[in-house]
Every structure is written in structure tokens, then in C-alpha cells.
T-cell receptor
Framework: GQNIDQPTEMTATEGAIVQINCTYQ??????LFWYQQHAGEAPTFLSY??LDGLEEKGRFSSFLSRSKGYSYLLLKELQMKDSASYLC????????????WGAGTKLIIKP | KAGVTQTPRYLIKTRGQQVTLSCSPI?????VSWYQQTPGQGLQFLFE???????NKGNFPGRFSGRQFSNSRSEMNVSTLELGDSALYLC????????????FGPGTRLTVL
């Protein structure tokens, strides 16, 4: 089957580091996406991992372990504007055309 | 470069009615995907169109349909509306499809009374 799990909500402090985890069970794995969605706004693309390892992009990094079916998004030097929902998604096994989405992790940043 | 636009932004309908939502993708993007988003459910894939052809369809009833025009603009139609259809409907465009960076529109907030 296809399943993507991520925590519902997390809280972190401004200036700190937070790691948002995503576990997936998809056959025919073909990469994992992270999107950011601010309340009342559309999702925006953050990263796409196909190979194992860490990819850094400024304050945001994304990690993938295909053998463990696990990914995380690492946010450093948290800012209040990072308060948002973070969605992970992976293509449906055997298909290049349909993404399976997690329910999203709502990240709350406190001063 | 203009982003993805969706019209209308807000819509209120009653049960049994039908509704048509419109999406204009980024210029040059041939793929348009539609999603339903409800609180706690995440994004649910409805369907994807590429060059006027439906390439894939999610697990939604036949009341949900769509089409894409030659200029890549897409419409989604929901017939015989139910209360449970109240949601944010998002469309996203990309160059190649869903396994590609997608650019989302602001969404249409549909309320069914």
C-alpha cells in the first residue's frame, strides 16, 4: 500500500533548529518532495530528494534514507515566518503522475 | 512570469448544485493537477491533465470531472454537490507533471450549504 506519515504539529523556539520527520511506505519509490504551506496560502516547493543523503538549501535541509523509508526536513535559525505547515509527498508506486501526500506538520514558532 | 491563477476564489453553493472551477497555469506548463484539501486530510489528488489528456485520476467519485484546453487552461466540475465537498480546491501546474516541481494556485474555497 501507499502511506505517508508525519507528525501533526510541532512547536519550536525562534532561533532554534527543528527536524520534521516523514516516513513513507511506497512501492516503486521515485523520490520525496517537501512543500511549505502558510495558513491561507498555496503550497510552495522546498525540495525533492531521490538519492540518499542530505541536501542543503540555505537554512533548510532535507534528508532521505531509502532503505529506512524515512525523510526529514531540517530548519535552522528558525524565524517567525517559518510558522507554516510542511507537507511531504511521494509519487505513487509505478506511476509518475500521482503524488501521495502526508497530512502535513503544522510548525508553530514561539519567540 | 505570471503565477497560477484560479477563479473564483470563493464560492458558496447548495447541495445538489453543480460547480465549475477554472485554473490558468504558468505559461509554458502543460501539466495541470487538481487537489482537494480539507483540514487534517492533507492534499487529495483528483486528476492530472497533460496536453489535453487526463493522465491519471485519484479515488474520487464520477461527480468530479475535469478537462484541459489547448492553451493548457483547465476546468474542474463537480456535479450534485454534497456537504462533504466543502474544501479548498487547489490546482498546480508544472512542466512535466506531478513528479516535478509544482506551482500551486491560491485555490478556490468551496462551501456547500
Amino acid at each position: 500500500g501507499q502511506n505517508i506519515d508525519q507528525p501533526t504539529e510541532m512547536t519550536a523556539t525562534e532561533g532554534a533548529i527543528v527536524q520534521i520527520n516523514c516516513t513513507y511506505q511506497t512501492s516503486g519509490f521515485n523520490g520525496l518532495f517537501w512543500y511549505q504551506q502558510h495558513a491561507g496560502e498555496a503550497p510552495t516547493f522546498l525540495s525533492y530528494n531521490v538519492l540518499d543523503g542530505l541536501e542543503e538549501k540555505g537554512r533548510f535541509s532535507s534528508f532521505l534514507s531509502r532503505s529506512k523509508g524515512y525523510s526529514y526536513l531540517l530548519l535552522k535559525e528558525l524565524q517567525m515566518k517559518d510558522s507554516a505547515s510542511y507537507l511531504c509527498a511521494s509519487p505513487r508506486g509505478g506511476s509518475n503522475y500521482q503524488l501521495i501526500w502526508g497530512a502535513g506538520t503544522k510548525l508553530i514558532i514561539k519567540p | 512570469k505570471a503565477g497560477v491563477t484560479q477563479t473564483p476564489r470563493y464560492l458558496i453553493k447548495t447541495r445538489g448544485q453543480q460547480v465549475t472551477l477554472s485554473c490558468s497555469p504558468i505559461s509554458g506548463h502543460r501539466s495541470v493537477s487538481w487537489y482537494q484539501q480539507t483540514p487534517g486530510q492533507g492534499l487529495q489528488f483528483l486528476f492530472e491533465y497533460f496536453s489535453e489528456t487526463q493522465r491519471n485520476k485519484g479515488n474520487f467519485p464520477g461527480r468530479f470531472s475535469g478537462r484541459q484546453f489547448s492553451n493548457s487552461r483547465s476546468e474542474m466540475n463537480v456535479s450534485t454537490l454534497e456537504l462533504g465537498d466543502s474544501a479548498l480546491y487547489l490546482c498546480a501546474s508544472s512542466l512535466q507533471g506531478t513528479v516535478d516541481e509544482q506551482f500551486f494556485g491560491p485555490g478556490t474555497r468551496l462551501t456547500v450549504l
